[in-house]
């Protein structure tokens, strides 16, 4: 469907868990069909600690987030996995993400 649709793919999940799930599912289906390049299929992941906890995210998932942004960014996507908490942040415009490389 992401092949024939010639755009990306926005698919939002309940949670983490459920992201990191359904991201080796969809990246067996793209090796399978060769619709999608495996490496285009990326997960978001949400942040593991609250707003107001005053907590910083662990950096790895603060790792995860700007690899998949900056791919986003750089139309190096095909399919896009979030959890609702990733999917519902503000973020900034394309141009930031892509000029922090």
Not at 25 to 54: Q, S, W, Y
Not at 73 to 84: E, K, Q
């Amino acid at each position: 469907m992401a092949r024939a649709a010639s755009n990306w793919w926005f698919v939002v999940v309940a949670d983490n868990k459920a992201a990191e799930a359904l991201e080796p599912a969809i990246r067996a289906g793209c090796e399978l069909t060769g619709a999608v390049d495996p490496a285009a299929v990326v997960r978001l992941p949400a942040h593991d600690v609250l707003p107001f906890e005053n907590l910083s995210p662990h950096p790895d998932v603060q790792e995860q987030r700007a690899a998949a942004l900056w791919k986003l960014a750089t139309g190096a996507v095909s399919i896009l996995i979030a959890p609702v908490e990733s999917a519902a942040l503000k973020l900034f415009d394309r141009d930031y993400y892509a000029g922090l490389a």
